[in-house]
């Protein structure tokens, strides 16, 4: 074995089963078939895996302004480093 090319050596395969997990929710596969490409007996165990895009998410949330005349259901805020 050699080692592994530089920017590499800190990924673990449990890291790349989390980002599987979420490319295949992204992708719109059902939970179902993630949780069997994923190997998981427990379906909250696929969701751990395969949690939410944020992006995804604020369009969910923001879904219900449609029908909200008062503006925008959800702001983001980002702390600003320093």
């Known amino acids: 074995m050699r080692p592994a090319p530089a ?9 790349l089963k989390h980002t599987f997990g979420r490319r ?3 992708a719109g596969v059902t ?16 969701s751990h895996y395969s949690a939410a895009e944020l992006g995804k998410l604020i369009d969910e ?3 219900i302004s ?3 005349s008062r503006g925008p259901a959800l ?8």
């Open 7 to 15: 920017g590499f050596a800190s990924i673990r395969v449990h890291d």
């Open 31 to 46: 939970e179902e078939d993630r949780k069997a490409l994923l190997g998981h007996k427990n379906g909250s165990i696929t």
């Open 61 to 63: 949330a923001n879904r």
């Open 75 to 82: 702001t983001i805020l980002r702390r600003m480093a320093g």
């Open 24 to 26: 295949l929710r992204a």
């Open 66 to 68: 449609a029908t909200d």
